[in-house]
């Protein structure tokens, strides 16, 4: 059966309201649920962007349900320093701590001054950064001198089970990649036919953990009120994945989105006040043998669409996959 999981967007609310959200998740029926880990917000509308680490041990004691984080090691956290803090919520949180690692973007790495690198060496640094966390969380003792450099490194209080790092992943190239390192995959919400075919590259490849999907969408009590959410709050989906890789601060997504259209936004996710047909649409993700599925209601008003879903649209889910 496919876990249902909670989107905590940290560009959009202050880490105390997303605390009261993530638990009213649990209460809700929600399986799990995961976070974003910015420095800057997508838009200067969004407005926040709590730091990730210190939200997630709040909210791990708070719950009892799996967390995750999406994060890239490799340049704004040194890999050693993110292995620490992954092995820290692991011993404190066994079994339930998660971490998805990606290269990263320039909206959230330029403030160490340093150059942003481009794709092909991003993907290089990923690759050294993924070995160093490994050899860190097994209880090695680390030095490296490549595009990432540690001396003589160790983390000394581990959990018996490193927790999982999954990669997250767009495409079905760096999927396939994927499949050498990680215990799963985090992609987005894309057509079926684009899932099924990142799916595959990371199974073919010889990958053989979960396959999550993070998907965006927008419920209100109207229609009409619903896409005015979603043209407010997420237009910035509508920036092409290379260019929004290089884009350094939310001005610019802002810029480059001032004349998007809300029906433009309403092609990249589903903007509804139905929920049948928010049900739907998430069953037939499901029904593509994805493991996890986490939603992320791109509003800022997360109680009624918590309740909502849980009341109208989880038990359906359920239904769906027995």
Same mark, same amino acid.
């Given at each position: 059966?496919?876990?249902?999981?909670?989107?905590?967007?940290?560009?959009?609310?202050?880490?105390?309201?997303?605390?009261?959200?993530?638990?009213?998740?649990? #209460?809700?029926?929600?399986?799990?649920?995961?976070?974003?880990?910015?420095? #800057?917000?997508?838009?200067?509308? !969004?407005?926040?962007?709590?730091? =990730?680490?210190?939200?997630?041990?709040? =909210? $791990?004691?708070?719950? %009892?349900?799996?967390?995750?984080?999406?994060?890239?090691?490799? !340049?704004?956290?040194?890999?050693?320093?993110?292995?620490?803090?992954?092995?820290?919520?692991?011993?404190?949180?066994?079994?339930?701590?998660?971490?998805?690692?990606?290269?990263?973007?320039?909206?959230? *790495?330029?403030?160490?001054?340093?150059?942003?690198? +481009?794709? *092909?060496?991003?993907?290089?640094? $990923?690759? #050294?950064?993924?070995?160093?966390?490994?050899?860190?969380?097994?209880?090695?003792?680390?030095?490296?001198?490549?595009?990432?450099?540690?001396?003589? +490194?160790?983390?000394?209080?581990?959990?018996?089970?490193?927790?999982?790092?999954?990669?997250?992943?767009?495409?079905? #190239?760096?999927?396939?990649?994927?499949?050498?390192w990680a215990d799963g995959i985090i992609t987005i919400d894309q057509s079926p036919d684009v899932l099924r075919e990142v799916m595959d590259a990371y199974r073919e490849a010889g990958g053989d953990g979960p396959v999550a999907v993070q998907?965006? $969408?927008?419920?209100?009590?109207?229609? *009409?009120?619903?896409? =005015?959410?979603?043209?407010?709050?997420? %237009?910035?989906?509508?920036v092409p994945a290379h260019l929004a890789w290089e884009l350094a601060r939310p001005e610019e997504f802002d810029e480059r989105t001032a004349d998007v259209t809300p029906q433009q936004v309403a092609e990249t996710l589903i903007a509804s006040?139905?929920?049948?047909?928010?049900?739907?649409?998430?069953?037939?993700?499901?029904?593509? +043998?994805?493991?996890?599925?986490?939603?992320?209601?791109?509003?800022?008003? !997360?109680?009624?669409?918590?309740?909502?879903? +849980?009341? %109208?649209?989880?038990?359906?889910?359920?239904?769906?996959?027995?």
């Amino acid at each position: 059966m496919t876990i249902v999981g909670f989107h905590a967007s940290h560009e959009q609310l202050p880490p105390s309201a997303l605390l009261d959200a993530v638990k009213l998740a649990e #209460e809700a029926g929600f399986d799990a649920a995961m976070c974003s880990d910015h420095l #800057e917000p997508w838009s200067v509308r !969004q407005g926040h962007s709590g730091y =990730a680490w210190s939200w997630l041990g709040a =909210a $791990l004691e708070a719950t %009892r349900f799996s967390l995750g984080v999406v994060t890239a090691p490799g !340049q704004r956290y040194h890999p050693a320093i993110a292995a620490q803090k992954i092995a820290t919520l692991g011993e404190m949180y066994p079994g339930r701590f998660w971490a998805a690692i990606g290269s990263g973007e320039a909206v959230n *790495e330029h403030v160490t001054g340093d150059p942003w690198p +481009g794709k *092909e060496e991003r993907d290089a640094r $990923l690759a #050294e950064t993924v070995d160093v966390m490994r050899r860190l969380l097994a209880g090695e003792e680390v030095t490296a001198d490549g595009l990432v450099r540690v001396d003589r +490194g160790r983390i000394w209080s581990r959990p018996e089970v490193p927790p999982p790092l999954f990669a997250a992943a767009v495409s079905t #190239e760096t999927a396939g990649d994927a499949a050498a390192w990680a215990d799963g995959i985090i992609t987005i919400d894309q057509s079926p036919d684009v899932l099924r075919e990142v799916m595959d590259a990371y199974r073919e490849a010889g990958g053989d953990g979960p396959v999550a999907v993070q998907v965006h $969408l927008s419920w209100a009590h109207t229609d *009409e009120e619903a896409l =005015a959410i979603a043209h407010d709050q997420w %237009r910035q989906s509508l920036v092409p994945a290379h260019l929004a890789w290089e884009l350094a601060r939310p001005e610019e997504f802002d810029e480059r989105t001032a004349d998007v259209t809300p029906q433009q936004v309403a092609e990249t996710l589903i903007a509804s006040a139905d929920t049948a047909r928010h049900l739907d649409h998430l069953a037939g993700i499901a029904a593509l +043998g994805v493991d996890r599925i986490y939603l992320h209601h791109v509003g800022t008003e !997360q109680h009624a669409f918590i309740h909502a879903f +849980g009341e %109208r649209v989880l038990p359906g889910l359920e239904e769906a996959g027995r």
